[in-house]
């Protein structure tokens, strides 16, 4: 018999503030889910959030900052203009937040940005969550920049992984996608997280049309034949001020794959646990994997346990949607721990089944390094 995770009154009152939601009773749907454990951690006791549509809420991706050292032409304008500081959420704020989602069962953590290594007391700040009770996989995407110098300190502190950017290997077309970017940083910042343990070596690289959706992406592919790398090609998705050009830029899951397919032949189908993004497929005898993110033109919902934390403290339920639930306002006001709590249970009760761009919805509200990829 399955446990009943109950909940009271908020659901309620929530369901009539969202009266075009067709939802179906909580505590019948839930039973459907299977069994719910339930843990204890010091202070407080886990109790898993699960969304309207009964998808466990499990994975918080948390943007240390919106500043990047970086430009991406398909991330942010040149002349992008920051929060100021005393918007954004301090680390005593940041880290209750997080115990705040551990104690409703987030375990799985990511920390981004903008670039999250340029976040003063990074080390430090990864050194308290890998503390907080509940969490047991704390990873990091970053353009790797900074990782020739953070990646072991990062490790030492608990972090478990990363995923690095990058979309090409030619020196001079990194330079250009990122408008100011050195390649051999990023290769500094590959080898120190290899060095540093930091496994398994994921690069993320988005792919855009008539600039790295040939040669380059052949590349790419051609690394994980020696290297036990992940490597994982990124549909691009329309945001912000930059959508015109990521909409004409975008290149499908099918191209890519019929792409890499022309110069190593069918893929082999890897391992697929259905809530990890990324599709795996493998280049027949390779040591590594390629994974494809098809947000765009196969999108994945169905399995999405995501919530994102902005750095201005602000739950974004979905990346492609514009609902948030401000967090930060009300902690600052003197929300307590049970408050803040059941403003994130709630807010994740309604997160949105998934994005809305077949139908020509698009996110305005922020663009990406704002949100946290
Ligand atoms: N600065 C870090 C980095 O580049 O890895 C972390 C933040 S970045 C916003 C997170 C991920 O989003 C990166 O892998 C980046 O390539 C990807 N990204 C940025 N803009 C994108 C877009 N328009 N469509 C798809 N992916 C995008
Ligand atoms: Fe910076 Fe990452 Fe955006 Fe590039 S993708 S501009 S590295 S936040």
Not at 45 to 54: K, N
Not at 173 to 186: A, L
Not at 307 to 330: I, S, Y
Request: proline share 6%; with cysteine; aromatic share 8%.
């Amino acid at each position: 018999m399955p446990t009943i995770v109950r909940h009271p009154e908020p659901f309620h009152q929530q369901t009539a503030a969202y009266p075009d939601l067709d939802l179906v009773p909580v505590q019948q749907y839930r039973t459907d889910l299977g069994s719910v454990k339930i843990a204890s951690a010091p202070g407080y006791t886990i109790e898993p959030m699960h969304d309207s549509y009964g998808r466990r809420i499990n994975y918080m991706r948390i943007s240390l900052t919106d500043a990047c050292n970086l430009r991406c032409v398909y991330c942010m304008p040149e002349d992008m203009k920051f929060r100021p500081r005393r918007e954004l959420m301090s680390d005593e704020e940041l880290l209750l937040l997080v115990r705040v989602g551990a104690s409703l069962g987030v375990n799985k953590i990511r920390l981004t940005g903008g670039e999250p290594t340029i976040r003063p007391n990074v080390v430090d700040l990864v050194r308290e969550i890998a503390c907080i009770p509940g969490v047991d996989d704390l990873a990091m995407t970053t353009n790797g920049i900074l990782l020739d110098k953070l990646a072991q300190p990062l490790a030492d502190a608990g972090l478990t992984r990363v995923n690095i950017s990058l979309d090409t290997l030619d020196a001079e077309k990194f330079h250009n996608i990122t408008r100011w970017g050195h390649i051999e940083d990023v290769w500094r910042g590959i080898e120190a997280s290899e060095a540093a343990g930091l496994r398994p070596i994921k690069l993320n690289s988005v792919v855009t049309r008539n600039f790295n959706d040939g040669e380059d992406l052949v590349e790419m592919a051609r690394l994980t034949v020696d290297r036990d790398w992940e490597v994982r090609f990124i549909e691009m998705m329309p945001f912000g001020e930059v959508s015109d050009f990521q909409q004409t830029n975008v290149v499908s899951f099918q191209e890519m794959r019929a792409t890499v397919e022309a110069e190593f032949g069918p893929l082999e189908e890897a391992s697929y646990d259905f809530v990890d993004p990324s599709r795996p497929f493998r280049i027949r005898g390779a040591k590594g994997t390629l994974g494809f993110i098809s947000s765009v033109t196969e999108p994945f919902c169905q399995g999405c346990g995501r919530v994102r934390l902005t750095a201005d403290g602000k739950l974004r339920l979905c990346l492609l949607r514009e609902d948030e639930v401000d967090l930060l306002t009300p902690l600052r006001a003197g929300a307590s721990f049970e408050e803040l709590r059941v403003l994130m249970r709630d807010g994740a009760f309604h997160k949105p089944w998934g994005h809305g761009l077949a139908s020509g919805f698009f996110a305005a509200n922020r663009a990406m390094n704002q949100i946290g990829g």
